[in-house]
């Protein structure tokens, strides 16, 4: 299918950070082949008129768990050590494959709506997520979460490494898959150097948890004398494309470290000012040269799976912390959430609009009220953009939303389903705490 959008704001993100008016974008099967100037010769199958839409790169959400939609607003106003212990490693127990299933499915919903195209997933049975994402037709970086116990070790290897081979690269190339330990604090140190090991070895990836509050890297470093970070590289796991969640407590050593190892990290603001877990070092972050996307986290934390909120506080957090007003200027919060999210996940050739680059676009309505005036259509996508403002998305060259419909998910079925198996989570899951959020003394 070649498509032809005509007409069009284009915001490309590309090195150049162009903006072009009144422009057409070509696409042929998957890959975009013109911006701007179209060849005579190119053929279109499908027309689209995108006068008064923006066209720009599709976002992705760089750290999240898509099924934990079943948790949205069951554990609210609790820190996050008793957010764990007394609500959702409780509510966990009773999870099942079906849940899991129904659950990524609503999650893909609110997250094609709000025009993410691909998305990292650090959960359980990866199985039902690759199915359910396949079928969606979205991209996802997929890590199946292990803790890594002694009674484990073997469990985890046999359970994930096979399930990474399986599907990296699935999907025409939509699904790439990782490791997943959870994180220092969780993951026994002997476990962390295996993985680390057979990553290497096997040459994939490992998206992991870390830093994240201040007492866990105080731990870090009365049980080991490295912060979570250094324990982290010391153990090789920065030896392989690696992805960090959080790394809110970053040191300077930290940051140089991540920045040597060309490690990425995915910052999820939502969650991280709704726990007051702190502020991560995000300018300094970017200065050294360090790749940083946006995460929603999942909506048992941050409640929405909503990237124009996530880059929207990315910045407000820095400029209150900092007072400077000028942090994160221009189309960065744009960039963090399209280029280095699709560059955090592995899609290459993904994250701007420039030929040989994947078609994953989203189109969104410029003519409504709050989108006037367009002095600085940039401003307007980072300060007031919506989901109900996506109209289209298009992930390698294929349709998943057209003028606000899904044409790849029945939502009706899609939410009698969940709230089914919700209501049947609810029943299963047994009273009290289970286990403890282990990170130190302090708690």
């Not at 032809?4 to 082949?33: F, K, Q, Y």
């Not at 116990?149 to 990782?178: H, K, N, S």
């Not at 920065?238 to 940051?255: G, N, P, S, Y």
Request: hydrophobic share 45%.
């Amino acid at each position: 299918m070649n498509t032809l959008i005509e007409h069009a704001t284009i915001v490309t993100l590309d090195e150049a950070g162009r903006v072009l008016h009144d422009a057409s974008i070509a696409i042929a099967g998957a890959e975009i082949v013109a911006v701007g100037d179209i060849p005579p010769t190119f053929s279109a199958d499908e027309r689209i008129d995108a006068g008064q839409r923006v066209v720009m790169p599709g976002l992705y959400n760089a750290h999240t768990h898509a099924a934990m939609t079943f948790a949205r607003g069951y554990a609210e106003d609790l820190p996050l050590d008793r957010w764990f212990n007394e609500r959702i490693w409780r509510l966990e127990a009773g999870l099942t494959p079906e849940l899991v299933y129904w659950g990524t499915q609503l999650a893909m919903i609110e997250m094609i709506r709000g025009g993410v195209v691909g998305f990292a997933d650090h959960y359980f049975h990866m199985h039902e997520v690759a199915q359910a994402v396949t079928a969606a037709g979205m991209r996802a970086n997929l890590a199946w979460a292990v803790f890594g116990g002694e009674e484990e070790v073997g469990i985890a290897i046999r359970d994930t490494v096979p399930f990474v081979r399986a599907y990296d690269g699935a999907a025409q190339g939509r699904l790439r898959a990782m490791l997943g330990p959870h994180s220092p604090y969780q993951c026994p140190d002997a476990f962390l150097a295996r993985t680390a090991a057979v990553a290497v070895r096997e040459g994939i990836g490992i998206h992991i948890h870390a830093a994240e509050t201040a007492a866990q890297v105080q731990d870090s470093l009365r049980r080991y004398d490295r912060t979570p970070i250094e324990l982290l590289a010391h153990r090789g796991l920065f030896e392989t494309h690696t992805l960090v969640a959080h790394a809110i407590h970053a040191t300077d050593v930290d940051l140089a470290v991540l920045a040597q190892k060309d490690v990425n990290v995915a910052i999820c603001p939502s969650t991280h000012m709704k726990y007051g877990m702190g502020v991560p070092r995000l300018p300094e972050m970017l200065e050294m040269g360090v790749n940083v996307a946006l995460g929603s986290d999942g909506a048992g934390s941050s409640t929405a799976l909503n990237l124009w909120r996530e880059l929207r506080l990315a910045v407000l957090m820095q400029r209150q912390a900092r007072a400077d007003a000028t942090l994160l200027a221009g189309d960065t919060p744009l960039r963090l959430a399209a280029c280095n999210g699709a560059r955090a996940l592995g899609f290459e050739r993904c994250g701007m609009l420039k030929p040989g680059f994947q078609a994953d676009l989203i189109l969104i309505d410029s003519a409504a009220a709050h989108f006037q005036p367009q002095h600085d259509i940039i401003a307007n996508l980072v300060w007031v953009t919506e989901p109900g403002d996506v109209q289209d998305v298009m992930v390698a060259g294929r349709w998943l939303l057209r003028r606000g419909r899904l044409l790849t998910l029945d939502e009706a079925e899609v939410v009698a389903h969940f709230n089914a198996q919700v209501q049947q989570l609810q029943r299963r899951a047994p009273q009290g705490p289970l286990q403890r959020y282990a990170v130190g003394e302090s708690l």
